[in-house]
């Protein structure tokens, strides 16, 4: 009997189409997470990381009530042939109306596109900037993010973010000590 690596291993196409396969179930599963409830194989719920709460949920500046959180979706992660030891992940980011996450970092370089909404960000050093739908703004390794939030108190926001790190996939966010 065969393993099931050893079987992709000999049959190159099969691994490409697989890894295809698994990619768009992802997509599918990140645009259409209401039909797709309670109808996703568990294997690919495992594979594509369910949703996720990834950043706590603070209080706002005034000292109110806590805001929503984001919640996350890994969509792909794959190792980067061309370069030894690096690995790029996708991830789908959904923030509520009123959504934010404290200051945090990442492990490596990351680009985000805005999907729909707006979003407001701020790194270290520089002002806070609204990036409506069709922006992208670019963090590299380990750089301070001040904060992201969703200032609409109506609409939704999404961003799709590419990670391009060392090793594996995970993980993504590093929050950045209070105080």
């Known amino acids: 009997m065969h393993s099931f690596k050893g079987a992709l291993s000999a049959h190159p196409r099969s691994s490409w189409l697989l890894g295809a396969l698994i990619a768009t179930s992802g997509v599918w599963y990140a645009v ?30 005034a000292g109110d009530s806590a805001r ?32 934010y996450t404290s200051a945090h970092r990442h492990p490596g370089s990351v680009t985000a596109f805005v999907l729909k909404g707006a979003v407001r960000s701020q790194m270290a050093g520089t002002p806070a900037q609204t990036y409506p739908a069709g922006s992208t703004w670019f963090e590299p390794a380990m750089a ?26 995970g993980p993504l966010v590093i929050p950045e000590p209070k105080g």
């Not at 409830?37 to 209080?59: D, H, K, M, Y």
């Not at 108190?153 to 790190?165: D, G, P, R, S, Y």
């Open 68 to 99: 929503p959180a984001t919640t996350t979706r890994v969509l792909s992660c794959e190792k980067l042939a061309d370069m030894p030891g690096k690995s790029v992940t996708t991830m789908l980011v959904s923030f509520p109306p009123q959504a």
């Open 32 to 61: 259409n997470p209401a039909s797709a409830r309670g109808n996703v194989p568990a294997w690919l719920a495992e594979i594509c990381g369910g949703t996720q709460q990834i950043f706590s949920t603070p209080v706002n500046s």
């Open 144 to 169: 301070l993010h001040m904060f992201a939030d969703n200032p609409s108190a109506t609409e939704a926001a999404e961003l799709l973010v590419m990670f391009v790190t060392e090793g594996g996939c």
